[in-house]
């Protein structure tokens, strides 16, 4: 008999807890319903990390991360899904993954996601991010083949975004490409390839005069070039 009343009791006791779960997750849906339409960003972290935690699912797990990223919160966003490599990363978490380590000054980190996320979808805006990480991290050969992967492979309508001025601006993806290509050429040789890495930096000017990077690098580069001597 007593043995009967202990498992109802635990039964009892299952069926209030599936019962209060059920109750939290119809609360905290509607509550990240409501978060989302007054576009309140942290009640929507909030709401879906309660959610997450009722039912853990690798969609709201990697949908979290995002949001912390967009927030430009990238510690947050990498402490939610992890800096490894994973093969069972879905696309979107390996490129979070690539961004926040990028944004965070992980140039050797965040090489290693977006070569991952390469692997995966091909395309040129990612082989822009890889040379780019690949010259910061002085790895200038591989740097040069993204480069011509990308002059390659880049089609006339697609831009490039840049941020390093007070307004942000757009730019051909190819004259992205040859900026690359002129901070490449320059490093392999300082003394002796300014000329050259020059020309590929006035090239990418001849496509997009409105290339703020590429002008003040052109400029930094001239400056460089030793001065003749006056004669008297």
């Not at 320059?186 to 002796?192: D, V, Y």
């Amino acid at each position: 008999m007593k043995k009967i009343i202990i498992l109802a009791c635990i039964a009892m006791s299952f069926s209030l807890n599936a019962q209060n779960t059920q109750e939290l997750l119809k609360h905290y849906e509607a509550y990240y319903k409501q978060m989302k339409a007054q576009g309140d960003m942290q009640g929507i972290i909030n709401g879906l990390t309660h959610l997450n935690i009722l039912m853990p699912s690798t969609e709201r797990q990697d949908t979290l991360a995002y949001l912390y990223m967009n927030d430009g919160k990238f510690v947050q966003a990498l402490n939610t899904i992890g800096v490894d490599v994973k093969e069972s990363d879905t696309d979107m978490a390996v490129e979070i993954k690539a961004v926040s380590l990028k944004s965070l000054g992980q140039p050797k980190l965040a090489i290693k996601q977006f070569e991952e996320l390469f692997k995966r979808t091909q395309n040129v805006t990612l082989t822009y991010e890889l040379a780019e990480l690949y010259i910061q991290n002085q790895n200038l050969i591989e740097a040069a083949k993204q480069v011509e992967y990308g002059l390659l492979h880049v089609e006339d309508n697609m831009q490039k975004t840049y941020y390093e001025s007070q307004q942000p601006y757009q730019v051909p993806l190819r004259a992205g490409f040859l900026y690359l290509k002129g901070l490449i050429t320059f490093n392999q040789s300082k003394e002796t390839n300014i000329d050259a890495a020059v020309s590929y930096l006035e090239q990418a000017l001849t496509i997009a005069p409105n290339f703020n990077l590429a002008y003040v690098s052109r400029s930094a580069l001239l400056g460089q070039k030793e001065q003749p001597v006056k004669k008297d």
